[in-house]
């Protein structure tokens, strides 16, 4: 739980927030840069001054940074340049009191796969292995509220959505609570369970993840994304494909290895989908969903549609013709073809 009145000057707008969220794992925040979002975690953090915050229900704003069970990981977090990866480990672990949970160096070493770093001088690290090595360093500080801002930027999207998934099984497993900052609207929704979303230093939008970025596509006329949570069903050595199916329909996905992972989430892109009301029967195709349109939007000059397939949701895009010609109502059963998979 998370309850917060700040207000602050800022050289173009006030930052002027009064926020309660009550539960959450991975809490995202999102907006254009300048609005606020940094100095949203430093005011929590106690680096900045707020009126009053409250984390699990208990008064923080009048502790200093030190003593509010808090950890924040800038942007720009040096390690220490005269040890090596395995020596500014191991320093966390030894000198960072008062922790609150039962991670270990080992644990976290193999959790984020950092045992080819542990003996690199930290000088030769690339952005990607600097910022692996700093959340490490995060993590073993032992603290159950942990903020970050912007930690994997540096990362390419494979390993980025690899670290993401690490990141809510730490929040269940250790009770830990994250709030993470984000350009990318992608990677908070693949991670977060509750975003807000800040616009010139004010809360304009909060709730569950799918709710607020449906919104945020929306209004800012963003493309939308879209999440399918799966079982995993079996790898086929023959042609070097998972065949996944659906949690409910057990409709099945054929997709290559690297889009699998522990989170078993597939990020689907607005413009791998295309739509049909009949199924496609001479097609190479092979991950066609029997869904239902549920709405329908012309926005941007084009229709979003919303789609219900094994009780999830699908955003896709269509043009204006494609809508015009196929005629397509809100209650119709669309055969939805995802490509770009296997």
């Given at each position: 739980?998370?309850?917060?009145?700040?207000?602050?000057?800022?050289?173009?707008?006030?930052?002027?927030?009064?926020?309660?969220?009550?539960?959450?794992?991975?809490?995202?925040?999102?907006?254009?840069?300048?609005?606020?979002?940094?100095?949203?975690?430093?005011?929590?953090?106690?680096?900045?001054?707020?009126?009053?915050?409250?984390?699990?229900?208990?008064?923080v704003h009048e502790l200093p940074s030190d003593k509010r069970g808090i950890t924040l990981q800038l942007q720009s977090c040096p390690l220490f340049p005269h040890l090596d990866v395995a020596?500014?480990?191991?320093?966390?672990?030894?000198?960072?009191?008062?922790?609150?949970?039962?991670?270990?160096?080992?644990?976290?070493v193999k959790t984020l796969e950092l045992q080819d770093l542990l003996n690199r001088d930290v000088q030769s690290l690339s952005g990607g292995e600097r910022q692996r090595v700093v959340f490490?360093?995060?993590?073993?500080?032992?603290?159950?509220?942990?903020?970050?801002?912007?930690?994997?930027?540096?990362?390419?999207?494979?390993?980025?959505?690899?670290?993401?998934?690490?990141?809510?099984?730490?929040?269940?497993?250790?009770?830990?609570?994250?709030?993470?900052?984000?350009?990318?609207?992608?990677?908070?929704?693949?991670?977060?369970?509750?975003?807000?979303?800040?616009?010139?230093?004010?809360?304009?939008?909060?709730?569950?993840?799918?709710?607020?970025?449906?919104?945020?596509?929306?209004?800012?006329?963003?493309?939308?994304?879209?999440?399918?949570?799966?079982?995993?069903?079996?790898?086929?050595?023959?042609?070097?494909?998972?065949?996944?199916?659906?949690?409910?329909?057990?409709?099945?996905?054929?997709?290559?290895?690297?889009?699998?992972?522990?989170?078993?989430?597939?990020?689907?892109?607005?413009?791998?989908?295309?739509?049909?009301?009949?199924?496609?029967?001479?097609?190479?195709?092979?991950?066609?969903?029997?869904?239902?349109?549920?709405?329908?939007?012309?926005?941007?000059?084009?229709?979003?549609?919303?789609?219900?397939?094994?009780?999830?949701?699908?955003?896709?895009?269509?043009?204006?013709?494609?809508?015009?010609?196929?005629?397509?109502?809100?209650?119709?059963?669309?055969?939805?073809?995802?490509?770009?998979?296997?």
């Open positions: 739980m998370i309850k917060l009145s700040l207000f602050k000057a800022l050289n173009n707008f006030d930052l002027d927030i009064n926020l309660e969220l009550e539960s959450f794992n991975v809490l995202g925040v999102h907006g254009p840069s300048g609005s606020g979002k940094s100095t949203l975690l430093r005011c929590i953090s106690g680096l900045e001054p707020a009126k009053s915050v409250y984390v699990n229900n208990q008064p020596g500014n480990l191991a320093f966390t672990q030894k000198h960072c009191g008062n922790k609150q949970t039962s991670l270990t160096l080992e644990y976290v490490a360093r995060t993590l073993l500080a032992g603290q159950k509220f942990i903020m970050l801002d912007e930690p994997f930027s540096a990362l390419d999207w494979s390993l980025r959505f690899k670290t993401l998934t690490k990141l809510n099984e730490l929040a269940v497993k250790f009770n830990i609570k994250f709030i993470i900052v984000s350009h990318s609207l992608k990677e908070l929704l693949f991670c977060c369970d509750t975003l807000i979303q800040l616009n010139k230093g004010k809360v304009i939008n909060q709730g569950a993840s799918a709710h607020v970025a449906k919104a945020i596509y929306a209004n800012d006329r963003q493309t939308p994304l879209s999440l399918i949570n799966y079982d995993v069903v079996k790898f086929d050595e023959d042609y070097g494909l998972y065949q996944l199916q659906l949690k409910q329909s057990e409709q099945p996905l054929f997709v290559l290895p690297e889009l699998v992972d522990s989170s078993n989430k597939l990020i689907i892109e607005s413009e791998q989908m295309s739509f049909s009301a009949l199924r496609p029967e001479q097609t190479t195709h092979s991950n066609v969903l029997k869904s239902v349109l549920t709405q329908a939007e012309l926005i941007n000059n084009k229709w979003q549609l919303t789609l219900n397939v094994d009780e999830q949701t699908l955003f896709g895009l269509v043009s204006r013709r494609v809508w015009d010609k196929n005629d397509f109502k809100v209650g119709d059963v669309l055969y939805t073809t995802i490509h770009n998979l296997e």
